[in-house]
């Protein structure tokens, strides 16, 4: 299997709108709305998203062409499954804890 690369970051605000308001005007970015609680960031540079959530660290998002090898492959290399693999529009993936404590997830989209 190839490397994995970071394609996407996941933003968490229990403020949404007020977020997205803020990285507008201080970034310049654009938003796609995904229901009430999730918008997908545009022209940031990399994927990116901002989730109506707790505020907690950002999620780093790696993309796979195998998902399933990608898997296998960060679960024997030690790290802790958070969410099996799930659906959601656009692709699959799964969740997971590094060591070190870094929370991460990798995503196909198959």
């Not at 310049?28 to 997908?40: A, I, L, N, Q, T």
């Not at 296998?72 to 993936?93: H, K, L, M, N, Y």
Request: proline share 4%; aromatic share 14%; glycine share 10%.
């Amino acid at each position: 299997m190839k490397n994995l690369q970071i394609d996407y970051v996941e933003f968490y605000s229990d403020t949404l709108e007020q977020t997205q308001d803020f990285f507008a005007k201080a970034f310049g970015w654009d938003f796609v709305d995904y229901g009430p609680d999730y918008r997908d960031i545009q022209g940031a540079g990399i994927g990116g998203g901002i989730e109506r959530s707790a505020p907690k660290a950002a999620l780093i998002v790696l993309l796979a062409d195998d998902l399933q090898a990608a898997y296998e492959q960060v679960s024997a290399a030690g790290a802790d499954i958070t969410a099996e693999i799930f659906d959601f529009p656009g692709g699959r993936r799964f969740e997971f804890i590094a060591p070190g404590g870094m929370a991460m997830a990798v995503w196909s989209k198959d």
